[in-house]
């Protein structure tokens, strides 16, 4: 039973432009959905969160949009950097114990 | 130090064998989980402790996985009778309990590779 779920597995994308990883979750009872980069060899270090009770929330070139009715978020990267590439986890939260998605690898190409 | 501090980085064991992974959280940090990641796949929960009450063990994948948190603090993964398809990273992170949502903090993790 996944209730969170990153149906891409990777995205490539062009140094400058955008990148949009994608997250749909099952259980309409999360309240608080974050994403997490994570490289090689290292634990995952957290990027920005978004609450149920708003819709977006930006943070410098990062911006996670909520879609509750559909119960998808989204991150936007912008612009992207070839140090953004990494492995992007969602995760939904709800009572504080943290669901986590499968992973997109992000690769961003000078 | 200021972060989740796991160890050891890494353990070779035989299977068969017990093992202990340690993970010493943020200090004040009353939340504490454990998750795994096998090879390519994703971040899979095992188990979470909040402050005083019972833990969350639903995501133990057998009974021969336990954890323990003494003292609110640093906490014990124990995985007994080692099987080759325990060989993963295992995670741990701390946050705060602030009274609503926040991030946690991961540690570098522990490779566990059984032979």
């Known amino acids: 039973d996944q209730q969170v779920k990153q149906n891409s597995p990777s995205l490539s994308v062009q140094e400058g432009r955008i990148s949009i990883l994608n997250c749909d979750y099952t259980?309409?009872?999360?309240?608080?959905f974050l994403w997490y980069k994570k490289y090689p060899a290292e634990g995952p270090t957290f990027l920005i969160s978004?609450?149920?009770?708003?819709d977006k929330n930006e943070d410098g070139r990062f911006t996670v949009f909520l879609n509750k009715s559909a119960k998808h978020l989204s991150l936007h990267i912008v612009p992207s950097q070839p140090g953004d590439s990494a492995v992007y986890f969602c995760?939904?939260?709800?009572?504080?114990?943290?669901?986590f998605g499968q992973g997109t690898t992000l690769q961003v190409k000078p | 130090g200021a972060g989740v501090s796991q160890s050891p980085s890494n353990k070779v064991t035989e299977k068969g064998k017990d093992v202990e992974l340690r993970c010493d959280p943020i200090?004040?940090?009353?939340?504490l989980y454990w998750y795994r990641q096998s090879l390519g796949q994703g971040l899979e929960f095992l188990i979470y402790?909040?402050?005083?009450?019972?833990?969350?063990k639903s995501g133990l994948p057998s009974d021969r996985f336990s954890a323990e948190r003494t003292g609110g603090s640093v906490s014990t993964l124990t995985i007994q009778r080692t099987q080759q398809e325990d060989s993963a990273v295992y995670l741990c992170?701390?946050?705060?309990?602030?009274?609503?949502?926040?991030?946690?903090?991961f540690g570098q993790g522990t490779r566990l590779t059984v032979v």
């Open positions: 992170a701390s946050s705060e309990d602030r009274g609503v949502n926040t991030e946690a903090f």
């Open positions: 259980n309409s009872m999360f309240d608080y």
């Open positions: 978004i609450s149920s009770i708003k």
């Open positions: 995760a939904a939260s709800n009572t504080g114990k943290l669901i």
């Open positions: 200090s004040g940090h009353t939340a």
């Open positions: 402790f909040q402050g005083n009450s019972a833990p969350d």
